[in-house]
Every structure is written in C-alpha cells, then in structure tokens.
T-cell receptor
C-alpha cells in the first residue's frame, strides 16, 4: 500500500484566499484524522471521521475551517478565507478500528502570506 | 475523555547514556498507547505500541516502554542514546470500541550530546 497520501506537500497562498488540502487514506481504514502542527501549539487534533461521518470536530479552530469526507478514499480540509495564523503543517492520518496505530501522511506545509 | 501528559518538554543526554522520556495518561476506556518519533522537518513514525498484551513493549531502534496501570504511566526508555535519536517524541493515547480518538501529548525534544 502507498500509505496515506496528502496533497499538496507545500502550499503558499495569500491572505484571504481559499485553501484546500487533500488526503487519501489507506484502503480499508475506517477512521480518518486531521491534525495541525505549529511550534506554539504542537500537534492539535482538528477533526476525525468514522466511516466518512464526522465524529468530533471540537478541535476545528473556527468557522473558516471545514472538512469533508465524501467517500472512504478521500477527504478535504478547507480554509476560507485563509489568514497568516493558519500557517502550519497539516497532517492527515488513518487507522482501522480496534487497538491499532494511526498511519500518517507526510503532511502539507501551508504558508499564508 | 482521554489525555496524555509528557512531563518534560526537553531532555538532554550524552551519547551512550540511558534515555528516559516520561508519559502519564488518563482514559475512561481501556487505552491503547503509542510512542511516535518525528525527526526535524519529517513526518511521524511509530516507535512502539501497547494494546493490552504484554506490558513491556519493545519497539524499533532499541526503544522500550512499560505500561503501568497503577501509575497510569507509559515511559519510553533506551539503554544507550545514539546521535541519530535526536528528535521529538510524542506519547499518544487512543480509545477503544466506539471511541477511537487519537490524542497526542505535547512532545519531548530529545537532544543527544556527543
């Protein structure tokens, strides 16, 4: 398996623009997680899905952030409008049910200028 | 609810000396516990995992961790540090059954001095 695939790897955008981050989980995994990593706040869980349904979005910082999982093989995290404080590395991870580890993508480094 | 507390934000050891990175957890469920490592500007790699089998867990690169339920701890150890161990280490807790949220600790940066 190719692992969790995130795109793009790097994104530079101007303040106010819409940004869409993409994730393809490992086939057969029924949980998908979105995290944000910054120097100040470490790794924060933004939202997670089970069988394409959002279970806990309490980590989503504000209404500018939204996430969707239209099918088992694809998820998006959208920021609209983007702000400089959204600059971070965003990780996607997936796992199967049960006492198993989460597998992480390589991350998307977002820079908002 | 669940959480992990990593007791040290930075740990510095000399090459060849033991490593101890401390982690305490809290969980309303039977937890699964993990340690991940992140090298600078890299992704997250699984070091080891505890999933209710043996309480002493061996991982990659000579790392071990012991699950102690009475102390709610899952400390990471290595007998002899190598320069390549310099990285950030995360203790992670995951629930069970219908509660599979994966929660990270704040991380411990390990410095290895030659």
């Amino acid at each position: 398996d190719a692992g969790v695939i995130q795109s793009p790897r790097h994104e530079v955008t101007e303040m106010g623009q819409e940004v869409t981050l993409r994730c393809k989980p490992i086939s057969g995994h029924d949980y998908l997680f979105w995290y944000r990593q910054t120097m100040m706040r470490g790794l924060e869980l933004l939202i997670y899905f089970n069988n394409n349904v959002p279970i806990d979005d309490s980590g989503m910082p504000e209404d500018r952030f939204s996430a969707k999982m239209p099918n088992a093989s694809f998820s998006t995290l959208k920021i609209q409008p983007s702000e400089p404080r959204d600059s971070a590395v965003y990780f996607c991870a997936s796992k199967v049910s049960g006492p198993t580890e989460a597998f992480f993508g390589q991350g998307t480094r977002l820079t908002v200028v | 609810a669940q959480s992990v507390t990593q007791l040290d934000s930075h740990v510095s050891v000399s090459e060849g000396t033991p490593v101890l990175l401390r982690c305490n957890y809290s969980s309303s469920y039977s937890p699964s516990l993990f340690w991940y490592v992140q090298h600078p500007n890299k992704g997250l790699q699984l070091l080891l995992k505890y999933t209710s089998a043996a309480t002493l867990v061996k991982g990659i690169n000579g790392f071990e961790a012991e699950f102690k339920k009475s102390e709610t701890s899952f400390h990471l150890t290595k007998p002899s540090a190598h320069m390549s161990d310099a990285a950030e280490y995360f203790c992670v807790v995951s629930g069970s059954g219908g509660y599979q949220k994966v929660t990270f600790g704040t991380g411990t940066k390990l410095q290895v001095i030659p």
